[in-house]
């Protein structure tokens, strides 16, 4: 069975890794880009994730790089504190959350890549112009986007889109789909060194949706200094009057722009301006999702990750949720009779689920909170109680890991996804995965 994986993202590389542990090795990974460069700046990776990344031998490279998170708080715009848990294996997981940068998480999938299914595997400079199906294949053409050029074709009995949110093939599958659906909200990313500030491991949120802060440090490296590379989004509303910034990872916006609406916002234990401030460049992006779809199941065509359902990056779900479609829909392939069948699996498994997300990351996800405490006390309150009780702001938090595949009992009692796991299944291949 030949696989072509559309995209070198986090969800291709995923994917590629999870083919080859399933016994699926014919596999082919085409990026677009020159090279498979080790860009953004932090993503965090949650227990679901890393557990499926874990059981895919990954863990030991990942936690040498990336920093355990150990809570998550969230404070008003006024400093204050709304809430606060703990997270990864302080919250009784049996895998750690990581937060780390996306360009080294890139890197890890990508030499395991290299190394497993060999470095011929991986075609850069491939564009994917077009593509078909036609008796029983399905076929794609590649241009070299640097260079204007054909860079080439390929027939596969599979080919799965993971080419990210502006995913041609997706847009192939949904020609009158249009754009992204954009909030309004721009975010400004950017990275520091500087102190470890409350626990050293804590992701905080702070202020409310339309100006809000998201900062946590995200290098393993420096904590072992004793100093973190502090990761922050600034978020600002800034549709009035203004068009959509650009939709990539490497446009770079004015200091000026992110200080302007947080110049005000500060911490006893973090100066915030300072942050942005510091940052060598920041990276600009608007808050973009999609409508979940009604179908990914194309026969020999599929989606995955943010071809397949792009969402806020409220909660940290993005990759994590990539990660989970790659592996369901290697153990459907390996398991399921035939690829039509995996495919068709995948999707109902898959599709309803990451919807969910989508859809809870509208209404706020995880960060709620922040909007009740500005709509209920937008001058500040005395206390906490006042406000917002104990037992709503554990509902939200409890709804949003039941949500996103991460309720802390559910993920460490389930089975694993893997297919070595699965007892009495071989591979569709018939190649024994190693271990
Ligand atoms: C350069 C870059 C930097 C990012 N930085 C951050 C960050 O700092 N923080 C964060 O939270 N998220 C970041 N993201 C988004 C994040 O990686 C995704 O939201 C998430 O990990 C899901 O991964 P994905 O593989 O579905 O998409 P992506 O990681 O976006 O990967 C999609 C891949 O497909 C490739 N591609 C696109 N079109 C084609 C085509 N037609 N043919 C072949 N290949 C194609 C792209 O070059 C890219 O490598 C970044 C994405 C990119 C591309």
């Known amino acids: 069975m030949k696989i072509a994986i559309v995209g070198g993202g986090i969800g291709g590389m995923a994917l590629a890794l999870a083919l080859h542990d399933a016994g699926l090795d014919d596999v082919e990974v085409f990026e677009s880009a020159p090279a498979v460069k080790e860009l953004g700046v932090g993503i965090n990776v949650m227990p679901h994730a890393v557990r499926e990344l874990a059981e895919l031998g990954l863990l030991d490279d990942l936690t040498a790089v990336g ?23 302080a919250a009784g997981y049996r895998w750690p959350q990581l937060a780390i940068h996306r360009g080294e998480l890139l890197g890890v999938l990508h030499r395991a890549v290299l190394e497993r299914l060999g470095p011929a595997r991986v075609h850069t400079g491939h564009h994917l112009a077009r593509f078909g199906q036609q008796d029983g ?33 997706r847009q192939a599958l949904y020609p009158n789909e249009g754009p992204p659906n954009w909030n309004g909200i721009t975010m400004w990313r950017g990275v520091i060194e500087g102190k470890p500030y ?3 491991r804590s992701m905080l949120m702070a202020g409310y949706s339309g100006r809000q802060l998201v900062v946590y440090p995200i290098s393993k490296r420096l904590e072992d200094q004793g100093r973190a590379l502090i990761n922050w989004v600034a978020e600002f509303k800034t549709a ?18 992110a200080l302007a609406p947080f110049a005000t916002f500060g911490f006893a234990f973090l100066d915030v301006p300072a ?32 071809a397949a359902h792009p969402m806020y990056p409220v909660g940290g ?49 995880p960060e709620r909170p922040l909007d009740l405490v500005e709509e209920r006390a937008p001058d500040g309150f005395a206390h906490i109680d006042d406000v917002v009780s ?3 702001l554990e509902e939200i938090a409890t709804a949003y890991k039941r949500t996103a595949g991460f309720d802390p009992e559910t993920l460490n009692n389930r089975p694993s996804l893997s297919v070595r796991a699965a007892s009495g ?10 271990g």
Request: aromatic share 6%; hydrophobic share 40%.
């Open 67 to 89: 920093v355990p998170t150990t809570e998550f708080v969230l404070y008003s715009k006024h400093g204050q504190r709304i809430w606060g848990e703990p997270r990864g294996l």
């Open 137 to 169: 294949k399905v076929w794609g053409e590649f241009i070299d986007r640097q260079r204007g050029a054909a860079a080439g074709r390929v027939e596969a009995d599979l080919l799965v889109g993971c080419d990210g949110v502006h995913s041609v093939v």
């Open 198 to 200: 409350l626990t050293g």
């Open 240 to 257: 009035d009057g203004r068009p959509m910034p650009m939709q990539d990872w490497v446009h770079t916006a004015r200091h000026e722009d």
């Open 275 to 306: 942050l942005i401030r510091g940052a060598a460049a920041i990276y600009q992006y608007p808050m973009v999702d999609r409508d979940p779809l009604p179908t990914w199941d194309f026969g020999r065509v599929t989606l995955l990750g943010d």
């Open 317 to 365: 779900n993005g990759a994590s949720q990539a990660t989970l479609d790659a592996r369901v829909l290697a153990r459907e392939l390996a398991l399921q009779p035939s690829i039509e069948a995996a495919v068709a699996a995948y999707d109902a498994e898959r599709r309803p689920a990451s919807a969910a997300v989508v859809l809870t990351n509208r209404a706020g996800g």
């Open 390 to 392: 104990q037992e709503e």
């Open 425 to 434: 299944h071989l591979p569709r291949a018939g190649t024994a995965p190693p």
